[in-house]
């Protein structure tokens, strides 16, 4: 009975958050592999997790800050390197980010102002939950988008965005 339970938390778990963690994941570092490892790493984090939580948006809010804080331990290992084995490369990823545009933009920031974007526009979280998110203050995490959004928006005019035509 307790297998079942299991199972159909670890359906649930994927169903719900899998590609949600896996955009989050590959926002801040920046690879499809990485971002695979992290995600399946927080969704075994909470299968382990013994604790209840009170509803919904509470088990979401852990899982969004276990991911970026799985992301900021990939980042700071002395052991991450880009290199992909071959299996890997002789079989598309399922999971393809989108070329072009403003996303593509967005991931070229620095992945501090990355993840306050994806956390806020990407995610729907206010500047209060993602400061408790990155353990911040929401003051620092406004900053932060502020300064995004001139990087961005600097980067987008050097490419044509925004002008008129005529």
């Not at 938390?9 to 896996?22: I, K, N, P, W």
């Not at 013994?50 to 899982?63: D, L, S, Y």
């Not at 593509?104 to 992945?111: D, T």
Request: a neutral charge.
């Amino acid at each position: 009975m307790a297998e079942h339970a299991e199972e159909t938390l670890a359906a649930r778990l994927v169903e719900t958050y899998s590609d949600r963690l896996l955009r989050l994941a590959y926002s801040i570092l920046n690879s499809v592999p990485d971002a695979q490892d992290v995600c399946q790493e927080v969704l075994l984090k909470r299968l382990e997790y013994p604790g209840a939580f009170e509803n919904e948006k509470h088990e979401q809010a852990w899982m969004v800050r276990v991911t970026v804080n799985a992301c900021k331990n990939v980042r700071r290992s002395p052991w991450r390197t880009r290199t992909v084995g071959l299996d890997a490369v002789a079989e598309p990823a399922a999971f393809q980010p989108e070329e072009g545009g403003v996303l593509e933009e967005v991931q070229r920031l620095p992945a501090k102002y990355r993840e306050v974007l994806v956390l806020y526009y990407y995610l729907g979280y206010d500047t209060n939950e993602i400061g408790e998110i990155l353990g911040l203050r929401a003051d620092a995490v406004r900053t932060r988008m502020s300064r995004a959004r001139m990087k961005l928006k600097h980067i987008l005019e050097g490419l044509g965005y925004g002008r008129l035509s005529g």
